[in-house]
């Protein structure tokens, strides 16, 4: 190899080193610009899904009840931002001080068809809300089927109420366009003792589908200490009887279900959050429960793998932590304003908002990776003292 062609091998390989030192500049500075745009386009896309949803609370005022639309903002505070007439009355339980439905999901937002559901329970009816943002717009106004109605259960076409007096009863209805037909072959007396006292007590709390849609759940509190299934047939009909699961001194009251479908139940008696796998034929299987350590654990919700009970009687949320087996991990308590009944995480399980019926109120909380929550405000629900009722778009 002779001088030259060293040379000119020793002028490229420092070209291509300069050229590497210069790609390697221009990519650490495309880098630094690009992070702060990154970092802005995903604050915009924060921003953006917050202004999309919307809290709607339920006043239960026996005046004349009140759905009070608030938005949310990108921290999570809320904003009222209307007031609207359900059509009908609130009532209230005998016995009751805070929770004067006493019972879970009485509003409940219908995503598929952004349609929200209102109970009536002084009317014995059912409103039927459009949701248009934080927006609502009054579709239908229509008769319980029983007295009383407390909760709603939605799935696909199929909305489900829940009446707590004259015994108890389910009551079926197809969705139609933008209402409701009441099925009068879906109808479901649950046989609890009228007369028994206390009515908040002894009145059945709560009505969901199971995550797959194929059979009801209900339960009965002290009136029965059951939970009731009736699995649904091939024409949606409810069985003509329950497959009840007797859980004695317990008073199931609120529920919800796992990641994997599971049924997690409030236990008012032990104060306690109990887990079940529910099987195709109805029947329960226990897989254990954990104590809250606090008083009238009644309310349940759940975003993600993390479980919030509400503790009426301490001001408390209970925080769990569920495994994949079923198993609950206890994650320590938070404090509320007095009188802790339902609550509704956000859809992005950011933030969950708790209703406390002593004063209305609505108290707003962070929620962290780890199942924790931070309080970040509340807000005072006009009209609201001992009202239930609370969904999240």
Same mark, same amino acid.
């Given at each position: 190899?002779?001088?030259?062609? $060293?040379?000119?091998? =020793? ?6 080193? $300069? ?39 339920? =006043? ?34 005998? *016995? ?11 509003? !409940? ?46 799935? *696909? ?15 079926? &209805? ?14 479901? @007396? ?10 908040? !007590? #002894? ?26 299934? &009736? ?34 139940? !409030? ?6 959050? @109990?887990?079940?796998?529910? +099987? ?14 606090? =008083? ?9 793998? +993390? ?36 609550? @509704?995480?956000?859809?992005?399980? $950011? ?17 962290? #990776?780890?199942? =924790? ?21």
């Amino acid at each position: 190899m002779n001088s030259s062609t $060293r040379s000119t091998r =020793s002028t490229r390989s420092k070209r291509t080193a $300069r050229l590497a030192a210069v790609g390697a500049v221009m990519a650490a500075a495309t880098a630094l610009l690009a992070a702060p745009a990154q970092a802005a386009t995903a604050a915009h896309a924060t921003a953006a899904r917050a202004a999309d949803s919307a809290v709607f609370v339920q =006043s239960n005022n026996v005046n004349g009840n009140t759905v009070v639309a608030y938005d949310r903002a990108a921290d999570g505070r809320l904003t009222q931002a209307g007031v609207y007439r359900t059509g009908g009355l609130g009532g209230v339980l005998a *016995g009751s001080a805070v929770d004067h439905l006493a019972s879970e999901h009485s509003l !409940t937002y219908d995503p598929a068809h952004h349609l929200l559901y209102a109970v009536n329970a002084g009317s014995n009816t059912v409103t039927v809300f459009q949701v248009c943002g934080d927006q609502l717009v009054r579709l239908q106004v229509i008769g319980s089927g029983g007295e009383f109605p407390v909760s709603i259960a939605v799935h *696909g076409n199929l909305v489900y109420v829940l009446n707590a007096l004259d015994g108890g009863s389910i009551q079926g &209805f197809e969705r139609t366009g933008r209402g409701l037909v009441r099925v009068a072959s879906w109808h479901r @007396a649950l046989g609890l003792d009228p007369a028994a006292t206390p009515q908040f !007590t #002894h009145t059945p709390g709560q009505v969901s589908f199971t995550p797959d849609g194929s059979a009801l759940v209900v339960t009965t509190k002290a009136g029965a200490n059951s939970i009731d299934v &009736f699995p649904l047939g091939r024409h949606q009909a409810p069985s003509a009887a329950p497959v009840t699961d007797v859980e004695a001194g317990t008073v199931p009251f609120g529920f919800t279900f796992d990641r994997a479908g599971r049924l997690v139940v !409030t236990q008012a008696g032990p104060n306690a959050v @109990a887990t079940f796998t529910v +099987h195709r034929n109805g029947t329960l299987t226990p897989l254990g429960s954990v104590p809250t350590g606090q =008083s009238a654990t009644c309310w349940i919700t759940r975003t993600g793998n +993390h479980l919030y009970a509400s503790n009426a009687g301490s001001g408390t949320v209970s925080g769990f932590r569920s495994g994949p087996g079923g198993e609950l991990t206890a994650l320590g308590n938070t404090a509320t304003n007095a009188g802790t009944v339902d609550a @509704a995480a956000s859809a992005d399980g $950011r933030n969950l908002y708790v209703q406390t019926g002593a004063a209305g109120i609505v108290d707003e909380f962070r929620v962290h #990776h780890n199942g =924790s929550l931070t309080a970040i405000g509340s807000v005072t629900v006009p009209g609201a003292v001992g009202g239930e009722g609370i969904a999240t778009t």
